[in-house]
């Protein structure tokens, strides 16, 4: 085994160093506290491995994105969403019986309890689809055992987020609730407890279907991300899969993270409403008092393209030929990205379009409201957050603890 040096205040200290399947490099400090009393610093996280996984892996400054191995490009155009989420959690893609059984088991808990469905409809018409998502979420636990066997909830939690999401978004119209269809795949299902009528034979189109597909997939994992990591952090203390993963849903809420699609969709609306002067936008970007950022642009771990960014912006195209939508935030988006791409403030610091970019006008292309985008990319990522869930419960991970530097007063007396 390798290992680094490091040397603090004139001594030195050994720190094993070991890699990953793809070479990556880490140094081990777990060791240094104890035998130096100092802590390792790095906010935000962003140099830091909180764990080792087999999950996924991303390499940034290539722009590839592989699940189990196997590439996003391949599974985003030949696979469907049941398969990734049973590659994701389970770690293999199911052979035909197991896919079919996986579907079955998927199906049998897909209904969502009359009780939380009731709550769903008491929530006030205005409000976000991701804090009742989150609200629900959290709630299941109060009507599921502990005691059941761990792939039952794992089954309720892929089935029964698209129908809350749906349900959230038919309670805020007034519109009854669509009960899935065991006959129908993942993503028609969702389209249909979203647009259908409750006994209507509307049948989802195609394309769409595949679209949706394709988003769902694009969306399924991304390694130890915000949301991710939150999930493993309240996991770590042993808390219920459901409120790990209404944890998960509140990080993911944020515009810096997956609200980000839906703050993409409104900064595209604002640059059409003001005269559609993208270039005046992009100079605000680059002028740090401005506090406005190119939504969309830019990435923790991303220093060069975003794949997933890239298949949506074939699909975007695909769909709005499709629809026969000529949709003028689309030209927008793309200017943008032109000019950003060609930009020396852009290109020095690799911002490039993220997975949030173009997903935003798909969806208002196929009828989502604009505070559903961010429920849509929660949909996509259950599957993820479950199996780092469980890959952290199957170690028997110790609990997430990080240290801090104090910079408050030294001890003073209490005031008499
Ligand atoms: N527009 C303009 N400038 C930007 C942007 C942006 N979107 N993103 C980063 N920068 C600049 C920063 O001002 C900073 O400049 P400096 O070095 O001169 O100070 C530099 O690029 C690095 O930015 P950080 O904020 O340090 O990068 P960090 O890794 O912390 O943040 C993040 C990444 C949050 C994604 C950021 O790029 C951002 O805010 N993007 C817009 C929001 C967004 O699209 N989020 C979705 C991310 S993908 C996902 O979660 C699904």
């Known amino acids: 085994m390798s290992v680094a040096k490091l040397v603090l205040e004139g001594k030195e200290y050994d720190l094993p160093v070991f890699s990953g399947s793809e070479g990556e490099t880490a140094i081990d400090i777990a060791s240094l506290r104890a035998k130096s009393t100092a802590i390792t610093f790095d906010p935000g996280y962003g140099n830091t491995g909180s764990c080792q996984s087999a999950v996924t892996f991303i390499d940034g400054e290539k722009g590839i994105l592989r699940h189990r191995g196997y590439s996003i490009e391949e599974l985003a155009v030949n696979a469907r969403f049941t398969e990734v989420a049973h590659l994701l959690i389970y770690g293999e893609l199911p052979t035909a ?71 959230a978004y038919r309670s805020s119209r007034g519109l009854p609730v669509v009960f899935p269809r065991r006959e129908l795949g993942y993503a028609a299902n969702f389209l249909r407890m979203m647009f259908g009528g409750p006994t209507s034979d509307y049948v989802v189109p195609k394309v769409l279907e595949d679209a949706m597909n394709m988003l769902l997939i694009v969306h399924a994992d ?48 604002a640059i059409h409403a003001d005269g559609g002067d993208y270039k005046k936008y992009m100079e605000m ?23 997933r960014a890239s298949l949506l912006k074939k699909a975007c195209d695909d769909v709005l030929d499709h629809l026969g939508v ?35 006008i798909i969806y208002r292309a196929m009828g989502f409201p604009v505070n559903m985008f961010t429920a849509l990319f929660a949909i996509g990522r259950m599957p993820g957050w479950i199996a780092h869930w469980r890959e952290q419960d199957a170690e028997g991970a110790r609990i997430h603890r990080p240290r801090q530097i104090y910079t408050g007063p030294n001890l003073r007396a209490y005031p008499k």
């Not at 003028?328 to 490039?352: G, T």
Request: net charge negative; charged share 20%.
């Open 326 to 360: 000529l949709d003028p935030l689309l030209d927008i988006a793309k200017n943008l990205e032109e000019i950003a791409l060609k930009d020396e403030f852009f290109i020095e610091r690799k911002l490039y379009p993220n997975v949030d970019f173009y997903s935003g």
């Open 285 to 307: 970007a680059k002028r740090k008092d401005s506090g406005f950022r190119l939504m969309g642009f830019g990435h923790r771990v991303y220093k060069n393209f975003d794949p």
């Open 222 to 269: 991304h390694e130890q991300n915000c949301s991710t990591s939150t999930v493993r952090m309240v996991g770590s203390s042993q808390a219920n899969i459901y409120a790990s993963m209404a944890a998960g849903v509140c990080a993911l809420w944020g515009p810096l993270h997956g609200g980000a699609n839906q703050a993409v969709l409104e900064m595209l609306d």
């Open 97 to 167: 019986g197991q896919l079919t059984q996986w579907r079955s088991d998927l199906a049998d808990h897909d209904q969502v309890h009359q009780q939380l469905l009731q709550m769903i409809s008491h929530f006030p018409p205005a409000a976000h689809p991701m804090g009742i998502l989150s609200s629900i979420i959290a709630a299941m636990s109060t009507y599921y055992s502990d005691d059941e066997p761990v792939d039952v909830h794992i089954r309720r939690l892929v089935s029964q987020v698209a129908m809350i999401a749906a349900a």
